[in-house]
């Protein structure tokens, strides 16, 4: 005859029955964990690994996007203009015979005005087969003035006798020609600029701040100065 079980209380029951379904229901949830991650971590597809002597590829910005900077003009910044990506080393002189350099812009050539000043230059270097000129608002950040066309031998852009082919650009007011820059509540400058190019200028190519961001750089030399504009109370 066997022996009688013994009683197990009824509360101890409870609680080893408890302890069965926590862990079935730790087990569930790490069994979802581990698919999850695989599901995550894997398309189902190995991934080979790279190549001996591979690099990882990087973005070239576009070396036609001009970038902003600050234009300091006797220690002091005046305007926010676009530059190109590379400007050529200053190896021409440039000038204009209508006023002394460092002085502010003559009248004639200001406000309203559609007659250009005369600009004169060094000789331009070998290499050289087309020079063109720009006059830009550093302020308003726009090209005043475009003049393609010119010959490399000529060292003068007198506007009442421009140089056989040199030809005027529509400038950013629209205009081609002089537009004369105003005045404002604050001094501002206005840049003159001369490159040689080692190519002609076709038809149909950019004009204004557009064309001086993409022919500056291609320049064999360059040369420049700077004149200031008067403000509105002087």
């Not at 902003?68 to 003009?73: E, F, G, R």
């Not at 010119?150 to 005027?168: F, S």
């Not at 840049?191 to 001086?212: I, M």
Request: glycine share 8%; with cysteine; proline share 12%.
């Amino acid at each position: 005859m066997s022996a009688p079980r013994p009683t197990v209380p009824h509360d101890r029951r409870r609680r080893s029955s408890r302890r069965v379904r926590h862990a079935w229901g730790a087990l569930a949830v790490g069994t979802a964990a581990l698919v999850a991650a695989g599901a995550c971590g894997s398309s189902g597809r190995d991934m080979r690994p790279p190549a001996e002597g591979a690099t990882a590829q990087t973005r070239t910005p576009d070396p036609t996007t001009a970038t902003s900077a600050p234009s300091t003009v006797g220690g002091s910044v005046v305007a926010s203009i676009t530059l190109p990506p590379s400007l050529p080393t200053e190896t021409m002189a440039l000038s204009s015979p209508d006023w002394t350099s460092g002085q502010p812009l003559p009248i004639d050539f200001a406000c309203g005005s559609t007659t250009p000043p005369t600009i004169q230059w060094s000789e331009a270097p070998e290499g050289a087969t087309e020079l063109v000129v720009f006059a830009s608002d550093l302020d308003a950040g726009e090209v005043l003035w475009f003049v393609t066309g010119i010959p490399a031998a000529v060292t003068e852009l007198d506007p009442t006798a421009m140089p056989p082919g040199a030809t005027a650009r529509v400038n950013d007011k629209g205009t081609a020609g002089w537009d004369g820059p105003c005045p404002t509540d604050r001094n501002h400058t206005v840049l003159f600029e001369l490159a040689a190019l080692p190519r002609t200028v076709t038809e149909g190519y950019p004009t204004g701040a557009a064309a001086r961001q993409a022919l500056l750089p291609d320049a064999v030399a360059y040369g420049s100065f700077s004149a200031p504009v008067g403000t509105t109370s002087d």
